[in-house]
């Protein structure tokens, strides 16, 4: 600030007139500061005369003089950016004129100025002292300004703290654009061939105050260990260090090249890994005592070229081996898989392979998001071509950090660049922390610059000629002086001419002594191995000391010639700048032959940029060796003045981004960043090019006025932007709507930026590509190809072309030798052929070639699939393929095998061509003797088998007259070699039409090892046609392999298509019914609280479900009101038959506890009646049940339940059944269903009495078929359109790409959140996902979006400290995030109250969004204005991999829409894959017809029938059959069940063969016996399946696997092993889940280990409920008590098993087990356990006058009072802790057990049956009196299982010498009336006493079923004898 003042006061005060200070003061201020200078001009003298009247100075006479001097002054300089000035001659004279008087009257006012400055001080009373530094560094900074773009002049410039830079280059520049001078010291010297400057060595950079080296002793063990090798850090490291290593600053680094910039990288490096260090690195130790959480984090090191990346990896790997970090390599020559890449934490790319890899924005998001750290590696290569693939990944990080909120490090490292400032705003780096900038000073090798500007007429023979000389003159005479030379020359070829003509040359004047390297050590070593060379050249010029070195030579001889310069051997070597880049070879000297370079692109020779100038300077100097280095540049003299003023000078660095933003704007738009032309305003603002326009408008075709007018450019990225979009619309690459500015991605797009394909050749294809195309045809389109424009045609070249087209090419090529496109197709199929190129260009432009196109094939084959082309799809694979593989699609498979040429000769020299599956057949020596090889024989056997082939077999159904279900089952027929094979092997599979042209279904289907041997099933449906064609293909095509490839030609000759579906019911006009219709007060009560008047569905209904008993089936959708219908029947049935029961049977648990919860708020009261819940999770006592009216239930209870009808009183009180969702016939849970229809039926025949039966439904296809079966006739049935919902539904379905699921549902998260925006921005939306990792993964990416608004919480309709409160009662973590945003989560993992909090939250309307789980479209009635379904896939863990949902279940979520009382319109976006989406747009508007599955799933029911009594014999079972809607389906689509013969003979003999099949099943099973194979006896496993609802297999299962000596164990293997336990939801990574578990209990997982399956999870999660382990997720808790449900059945069907067997150990230890299930304690820890808070560590203190207790049954012959004492002494219980534990005790189930055999005499006769009577009577602990009490007691178990159990025994009779089990009962405590509770009970079991005469002794055992500890054992004696009497 004292400067400023100086500085206008100075100004002020001159002699000058008002205008020139007014100029002055412009310069000074800037035009933005006018009024300020128009008021200090104004008050010149007041301002003056006040300051010298005030002030204490005093002038001395010394100082006069200067004040006068001052005539008209020139202001500083003003800076303008690059400038093209047109001047004639004369002009030009007077503007050199005008500089050197400048220049002179610069000197005389210097001394001046300073004077006058210091005097202005001194008036002012400023200390000069102080101010003289602050005015050098003003002076230092004048000149650092950045160079203005606009009128104004720039303000004052910043000193950055971090700006190392003694001369100022970019400032000084003139009025006129040119340099003052060039740096001191500098010599221009005149010579006949060329004229020199030299530049001199610069001074070292001086060493600023508090500036030190850092000591590695210094750093953090972490640090220590990466810089092992070093003493201290360099002095750059020393500087950037703190900012480095000690903060996350985003950096730039400017330095010069070898000035350790690596290890700035390093240290910022070992920054982002001490972050992750657990405990934190410490000073002072070099112990690695800390961990590093390696998966947390990845960090990216972008290196611009493959030879720099692999330095780089091993460097690094090197380096941070000690940490066990791994560095990989990530180009596209070292590729790696999902699995490398998740293990890798440094990862090393190039620029275009990150941008690939962020590109897929999902595929990889995983490592997209991890990433923590980017470092740029020279980010100065913004300015070549490349530059727009940083601009573009840099810009997209940006991006990611702001919308994710996560924190990414970028660091920038670069060489000395001029406009750093603006660098460093695109990189966000603050500049006062982040920036540093070295200059030449800071060099480790100061570097002396010789320019040589050879003359005459560029590129003419003398000028060549005298470029020669110039370049021999100065390498000779640095060699004479002992040094080594690299000479840098600009082609290949060069390199070797270059050296041969210096060798020439030396020989000539005879300097040979100087380059002879023979006395050098090695040189002998070396010689041997030049002489294995194959380089003829290489050898030539290594006996004279030269070297050549290029990209096109062998990687070896490159390595060789590196190492024998590195060693002294060679004194010159001739190479092309690539050696400057990737190799880090320095030499005292480099020499700069000629600046023209070839650009391919452009197709003519351009100047050598100055990057790479600077880059091959940097090699110039040796470290280790000299003080510094010497670089030459020889260039013609035209462009000296152009490489002298940039390389001292440099010019800023300009953007690049212009040129590619067609293709990086596409990039953005199908990775869903960019969706309208605003957003993509908004990306262009984070590019280099936004930062550059606005400080250089000129170079980006503006005026300089432009950005004033604009300063944010608004405008100008506006027209970039549209120009861009109208041209990728063009190409058919996106929809770009110009009214709205909407920009979406097309499926050309998104496969043009996944490979990586530019817009322009994309235009090609759409041109060339036709639905059928020959091989050539293919070549020729893909050589046609943009990516290859900039390889020219040279005449070098024809020839070879010409031999190459000749001998290697196997198809015809288009457009010759001379045109690039048939270079390229000949090239490419050379590479195929695997033919020798000699010439080394043809090598490497054939490599391009090839890299190149297995890209193009790959994303024309995407194309074609997506266009359904089957023939171009299939060529276009094969032809990526062949260049995988490098072999023709004609050539022998086998070819892949690596098998011996000779051999594969001889296969196909044959004349009839042998194939695999002919191989497959033949034995090995047959195989030997086909290829006259004997010992072959094995080797091509086993190469045969390990060949990829699939099998293939379909099933047909047709679902539709014209839809068609393909079952196609596909069974691995080859052996699996992890070498050949992998881990996977990948699979297309499409079916195709007849005529081989349209695919109707592809899919991308990986086969893993573990599917090999197994048969996989996929489902789907393809189009019918009518008439229909005779057949369809199926094809499966390797993605890998040439050769492997299935056809199975599917027939439709048998195909018998469905019958057409009969109309809907039409929705009558009527007059809406008012309530008052009921006639029934309550009732009308009841519904006036919610309508006044049905609504049309309800009242056309009305009377047909009120007034008449007729079955119903009203099918409408979802939200048309069918509740009402439900309640209109009940009413009807409590009418009609008042006292009778009726029946609600929903699909699902959550359905029925909406209902329940429901018709309790609103039905039970008014109407007086009782209403139950009966599902798994709830099941009330007999006498509830009995008093209920209203059962609510599933359909397997009810199934269950009903089964035993005859002995259950209720079950025939039952007038009216209502099921709702009947439509789920369909479903696997279908046939339960059906059984219930049919058994319901079949009960009210029997007690002939009608049971009503209503179905409610969404719209059917076929309902006539479900009314006929339902016994409907003419009346009864109402079946809707779609279209009848009250509220209106419009439907969107988005078709998605991507072959993966999880990033397919990434891509689908942009579209979600543009979908609420569009649709519904203020109004409830649900998001339907398919699981709960789901819910939270969208709801994280909706957050972000959010984020990137105005205003983030735009959901959120609820006050601040309500959402505190509210969040605070939450448990869930994610959803916690999410709520505070207006989020809400819905799936089963949540906590009860979570979810209550989620329903509440929305249904009130304070959050807006709720992201759920299927599962919610069922279960709680939440509707909503908009519905997205995103994604219509889950994982089926039955089939281990996705599968769709069933249509029901998407049209119940979209049933959600809509809302009646707010809405006009609901509205549902479907997500899908895009194959699928014909799909669903044919059945999301038609009805689906619905099919039974009963014959899948027929012999459990089958079974129960046989135990029930209603099946006695097969015919019975026929005749069952017929009550089903399987059989009223059959006759309607006898395909679909497999059924051919329509006739009735035909149906007869299909039933007769089915019911044979499932008899013959369960006779297997043991469940059935089949008498003269007709009659059907029940046994006793067919029994103990139906009573406990389980699989005949899951007995089966119990009865093979049981055995006498079973081992606790092995029980819980064979329990954890039913077949049930497949149904328990298996999701991703369960395994480590499992695996992890498994650590902390006692019995390990048996068998295969196979940690992924369901039965592990069961066996891992019971015994973690009986160690009592804290689950590691929610989810694991929900499904516990799934698991732990089941175990109580399952374990009684084992005890019956085992009984049945006669098992008694196994019997009592299954009995055992489930009081450890019961109680969550193993059988050998202490039974005091079970008792509330009791800890392990406890148990020494439960004690009785100093005697330990040791078991729960010693407790009970204490009082309460007593017991209460010995708890209350134990340490660590409560009061209330010891009242819970007598409270307990004292309902523990004491039982005294009397037994009497029954028999009149006192012995028992042998072999003969006898009962014995059991008493079994409950007493209390003893009362204080000591007398028993009587207990009082509910029978509840106290416990640990998540359920409420109750008290049941299990009375066994055994003999224990024998271990056999003679007598099982079980029996419960409630035998009064109505199952009360009663505290006595008397039984008897029957038993035969044994053959043997004598006295016996019998064990009777008293189990009981839920305490641990309490059982007892009662010996029975007795004696047999023979009766003598009788």
């Keep these: 600030m004292q400067q400023l003042c100086v500085d206008i006061f100075t100004i002020l005060r001159s002699d000058d007139n008002d205008d020139a200070i007014q100029t002055t003061l412009v310069d000074f201020l800037g035009f933005d500061a006018l009024d300020l200078i128009s008021m200090l001009i104004m008050n010149r003298s007041k301002i003056v005369d006040t300051i010298m009247m005030t002030s204490s100075y005093i002038e001395t006479s010394g100082s006069t003089g200067n004040t006068k001097s001052h005539g008209n002054r020139h202001g500083a300089p003003v800076s303008h950016g690059t400038q093209f000035i ?170 010069p090249t070898g000035a350790g910039k690596t290890d700035v ?24 005592n800390f961990s590093i959480a390696t998966d947390d984090f990845k960090i990216v090191y972008v290196a611009p070229m493959k030879a720099l990346a692999a330095e780089v990896v091993e460097k690094m790997g090197k380096r941070l081996k000690f940490v066990g970090v791994s560095v990989r390599e990530l180009t596209g020559d070292m590729q790696l898989t999902k699995a490398e890449i998740q293990a890798t934490q440094f990862i090393v790319t190039t620029p275009e392979k990150w941008d690939v890899i962020t590109r897929k924005g999902t595929g990889d998001t995983e490592l997209a998001q991890k990433v923590k750290l980017l470092i740029i590696d020279e980010v100065h290569l913004l300015h070549e071509d490349r530059g727009a693939v940083i601009e573009s990944i840099i810009a997209r990080t940006l991006r990611q950090v702001e919308s994710s909120q996560s924190l990414i490090r970028i660091v920038g490292l670069s060489a000395t660049l001029p406009n750093y400032l603006d660098v460093a705003t695109f990189l966000r780096v603050n500049p006062y922390q982040g920036l540093f900038f070295f200059d030449g000073g800071f060099r480790p090798v100061p570097l002396e610059q010789h320019f040589l500007g050879i003359k005459g007429k560029p590129n003419s023979t003398p000028s060549r000629e005298r470029m020669n000389r110039a370049c021999f003159d100065k390498v000779s005479e640095l060699v004479q002086n002992g040094h080594q030379v690299m000479v840098f020359v600009h082609a290949r070829k060069e390199t070797v001419k270059t050296a041969q003509a210096l060798r020439e040359e030396v020989a000539a004047e005879g300097i040979s002594e100087y380059f002879d390297c023979s006395l050098e050590s090695k040189f002998s070593n070396y010689k041997r191995e030049v002489a294995k060379s194959r380089n003829r050249e290489l050898k030539e010029l290594f006996n004279f000391g030269f070297g050549m070195h290029h990209a096109g030579m062998l990687r070896s001889d490159r390595t060789l010639t590196e190492r024998m310069f590195a060693d002294g051997v060679l004194k010159v070597l001739c190479c092309t700048a690539t050696l400057a880049w990737g190799v880090n070879l320095p030499a005292y000297a480099v020499v700069i032959k000629g600046t023209q370079v070839y650009d391919s692109q452009k197709g003519n020779f351009v100047d050598l940029s100055i990057l790479d100038v600077l880059q091959i300077f940097g090699r110039a100097g040796r470290p280790q060796y000299e003080s510094q280095g010497v670089g030459y540049i020889l260039t013609t003299h035209d462009r000296l003045g152009h490489y002298i003023s940039a390389i001292t000078q440099q010019h800023p660095i300009e953007s690049k981004f212009i040129e590619h933003i067609a293709d990086n704007l596409n990039a953005e738009i199908s990775l869903g960043t960019v969706t309208n032309v605003d957003e993509a305003v908004t990306w262009l603002s984070y590019t280099y090019l936004y930062v550059r326009m606005k400080k250089n408008p000129m170079v980006y075709g503006m005026d300089h006025s432009e950005p004033v007018e604009d300063p944010l450019l608004g405008r100008k990225r506006h027209d970039i932007i549209v120009l861009a979009a109208r041209r990728l619309a063009k190409c058919q690459m996106i929809i770009f709507d110009e009214n709205t500015g909407y920009l979406t991605s097309k499926d050309l797009g998104r496969i043009a930026s996944n490979f990586y394909i530019r817009h322009t050749s994309i235009e090609i294809f759409n041109d060339f590509m036709k639905p059928r195309m020959t091989e050539a045809d293919a070549l020729s389109m893909m050589s046609l190809s943009s990516e290859f424009d900039n390889i020219k045609s040279r005449d070098t070249e024809h020839k070879e072309l010409k031999g190459l087209l000749d001998n290697a090419c196997a198809c015809d090529i288009r457009g010759g030798t001379d045109s690039t496109h048939g270079k390229v197709n000949i090239l490419l199929q050379t590479y195929i052929s695997n033919a020798r190129i000699d010439d080394f260009a043809l090598v490497s432009d054939c490599a391009y070639v090839a890299q190149n196109a297995g890209r193009i094939a790959r994303a024309l084959f995407e194309i074609a699939l997506n266009r359904n082309w089957g023939p171009t799809a299939h060529v276009l694979l094969s ?86 279900n393909v079952e196609l089952t596909i069974t691995p027929d080859f052996v699996w070699n992890p070498r050949v094979h992998g881990s996977v092997e990948p699979w297309w599979i499409w079916a195709e039409d007849s005529e081989n042209v349209e695919i109707y279904y592809s899919e991308y289907f990986l086969l893993h090892r573990k599917m090999l041997g197994e048969p996989t099933k996929i489902m789907f449906t393809v189009p019918l046609v009518e008439p229909l064609p005779s057949q369809i293909y ?525 008899t013959n099943r369960l006779a297997e099973s043991n469940c059935v016996e089949i008498e003269e194979d007709f009659e059907l006896i029940p046994l006793i496993a067919g029994r103990i399946a139906s009573y406990y609802y389980l699989r005949h297999d899951s007995v089966r299962h119990y009865r093979q696997k049981l055995t006498k000596d079973t081992e606790i164990d092995e029980i819980l293997d064979i329990m954890s092993n039913t077949p049930e336990y497949g149904e328990l939801p298996v999701r991703c990574n369960e395994n480590l889940l499992n695996t992890e578990i498994e650590k902390y209990i006692p019995y390990m997982v048996k068998g295969a280990r196979e940690m992924h399956t369901p039965q592990t999870k069961a066996y891992v999660l019971t015994q973690a409920h009986i160690c009592r382990l804290e689950l590691p997720i929610s989810d694991y808790i929900t499904d516990q008590t799934t698991v732990l449900d089941s175990t109580i059945r399952f374990c009684q069907a084992m005890i019956d098993v085992a009984a049945d067997a006669g098992y008694l150990t196994t019997s009592l230890k299954i009995m055992n087990l489930l009081q450890c299930i019961k109680q969550a304690r193993w059988p050998e820890e202490s039974t005091l356990l079970t008792l509330p808070k009791i800890k392990p560590s406890m148990l020494k203190d439960i004690r009785f006058k100093n005697k330990t207790l040791n078991c729960l049954a010693q407790l009970t012959q204490f009082s309460e009072k007593q017991i209460r004492d010995i708890f209350s002494r134990v340490s660590g219980l409560s009061s209330e802790n010891v009242n819970e534990i007598q409270r307990v005790v004292s309902r523990l189930p004491i039982m005294d057990v009397k037994t009497t055999i029954q028999s009149k005499k006192p012995y028992l006769i042998p072999e003969t049956s006898y009962k014995i009577q059991i008493q079994l009577q409950r007493v209390g602990l003893p009362g204080n009196n000591g007398k028993k009490k009587t207990p009082t007691h509910d029978g509840r178990v106290y416990g640990k299982f998540p359920k409420p159990q109750y008290e049941s025994w299990w009375l066994v009779m055994g003999d224990a010498d024998t271990d056999d089990l003679l007598a099982l009962k079980r029996i419960s405590m409630r035998n009064g009336p109505n199952e009360t509770l009663t505290n006595k009970a008397t039984t008897h079991i029957t038993f035969d006493t044994p053959v043997r005469l004598g006295k016996h002794r019998y064990t009777l055992y008293l189990i009981s079923d839920g305490y641990l500890g309490l059982d007892q054992q009662i010996d029975i004696d007795f004696e047999t004898r023979v009766d003598l009497d009788s």
């Design 1034 to 1558: 199926i094809r499966a095509v390797s993605d890998r392999w040439l050769g492997a490839e299935t056809i199975l030609p599917v027939s439709f000759q048998h195909l018998i298509l469905p019958q057409l579906t009969p109309p809907h019911t039409d929705l009558l006009d009527l007059q809406p019914l008012p309530i008052s219709a009921l006639q029934d007060e309550i009732l009308e009560g009841i519904c006036a609280k919610r309508f006044t008047h049905f609504n049309p569905v309800q009242t056309q209904i009305f009377h047909t479900l009120y007034n008449t008993d007729h079955n119903s089936l009203v099918g409408a959708p979802t939200g048309s009101g069918k509740t009402v219908a439900a309640e209109l029947a009940m009413w009807w049935a409590f009418r009609q038959h008042p006292g009778s029961k009726v029946v609600y049977i929903a699909p699902m648990k959550a359905l029925v506890k909406e209902r329940v919860a429901d018709w309790n708020k609103r039905l039970t009261g008014p109407m007086k009646k009782k209403l139950v819940e009966l599902t798994g999770d709830v099941t009330p006592d007999l006498k509830t049940i009995e008093a209920a009216d209203i059962i609510i239930t599933t359909p397997e209870k009810w199934d269950g339940i009903s089964r035993s009808w005859k002995t259950r009183s209720y079950v025939r009180q039952v007038s009216c059944v209502i099921i709702d969702e009947i439509h789920l016939l369909g479903s696997d849970r279908g046939p339960i269903l059906e059984v219930i229809v049919s058994r319901m039926n079949y009960i009210g025949s029997q007690l002939e009495r009608k049971v009503r039966i209503v179905g409610l439904s969404t719209a059917l296809a076929n309902a006539h078929d479900l009314a006929d079966w339902l016994g409907i006739d003419k009346v009864g049935l109402f079946n809707f359109r779609h279209s009848v919902r009250p509220v209106p539904l419009e439907i969107y379905i988005d078709g998605f790409s991507g072959k993966h699921y999880c990033p397919r549902m990434m891509t689908m998260n942009k579209p979600t959140y543009a979908a609420i925006k569009t649709h519904s921005p203020t109004q409830p939306v649900i998001v339907f996902v398919s699981s709960r990792r789901q819910t939270h993964l969208t709801a994280q990416d909706l957050v972000a979006y959010c984020g990137m608004e105005d205003n983030p919480r735009q959901w959120l309709r609820i006050e601040e400290h309500e959402l505190e409160d509210l969040l605070d009662r939450v448990h869930d973590e994610s959803l916690k995030n999410a709520l505070a945003f207006g989020i809400g989560l819905h799936h089963a993992g949540l906590t009860e109250d979570d979810r209550r909090i989620v329903e509440e939250l929305y249904l009130t309307f304070k959050i807006q969004i709720l992201i759920a789980t299927s599962t919610l479209a069922w279960g709680v009635n939440l509707p909503a204005h908009l519905v997205v379904i995103k994604g219509t896939e889950y994982f089926n863990y039955k089939i281990d991999r996705y599968a769709d949902y069933p249509i029901t279940d998407v049209l119940q979520m979209m049933g959600r829409a809509g809302r009646p009382q707010f809405d006009n319109t609901g509205i549902a976006r479907v997500f899908v894959k895009d194959s699928k989406k014909n799909f669903f747009k044919k059945f999301l508007h038609e009805p689906f017809p619905v099919e039974s599955s009963l014959h899948k799933f027929m012999d459990d029911h089958i079974n129960a029938e046989i135990v029930a009594g209603t099946i006695k014999t097969k015919q019975d079972a026929m005749d069952y059959l017929t009550w089903t809607y399987f059989y009223r389906r059959l006759q309607q689509n006898p395909t679909y069940y497999g059924l051919d013969d329509m006739t009735q003979r035909g149906v007869d003999t299909f039933l007769s063969d089915t019911i044979n099949a499932v």
């Design 265 to 288: 990288a390093m240290l910022t490096v070992l920054r982002c890994l001490s972050q992750h260090c657990y405990p934190p690195p410490i000073k002072g130790t070099t112990d690695i």
């Design 879 to 964: 032809i990526n393929k062949a260049i995988e593989k490098r072999m023709w699609t004609f050539q022998h498979p086998l070819h892949q095998m690596g098998l011996p040429p000779d051999i594969l000769g001889k296969l196909e020299a044959r004349t009839h061509e042998v194939s695999i599956e002919e191989m497959r057949d033949m034995e090995p020596a047959e195989l030997g003797e086909l290829v006259h090889h004997k010992r072959m024989g094995s080797t091509l056997t086993r190469c045969v088998d390990q060949f990829p082939m699939l099998l293939l077999d379909a099933r047909i159904a047709p679902i539709t007259r014209n839809v068609l």
């Design 86 to 255: 047109v001047q004639s001659e004369a002009e030009r004279k007077e503007a050199k004129r005008l500089q050197k008087e400048h220049k002179k009257a610069m000197k005389a006012h210097k001394s001046g100025e300073e004077d006058e400055t210091q005097k202005s001080m001194a008036i002012l009373g400023f200390d000069t002292l102080d101010l003289r530094q602050a005015r050098e560094d003003a002076l230092m900074s004048a000149s650092e300004r950045p160079l203005a773009s606009t009128g104004l002049k720039a303000r004052k410039e910043e000193q950055y703290p971090h700006v190392y830079q003694a001369a100022k280059s970019s400032g000084t520049l003139s009025l006129f654009g040119t340099r003052f001078a060039l740096p001191a010291g500098s010599i221009r010297e005149e010579y006949n061939d060329y004229e020199e400057t030299t530049i001199p060595v610069p001074k070292t950079a001086p060493i600023r105050v508090g500036e030190r080296r850092i000591l590695i002793s210094e750093m953090d063990n972490l640090a220590r260990g990466a810089f092992k090798a070093y003493e201290s850090l360099n002095r750059i490291q020393s500087i950037v260090y703190p900012v480095a290593y000690e903060t996350n600053e985003n950096m730039l680094v400017c330095a």
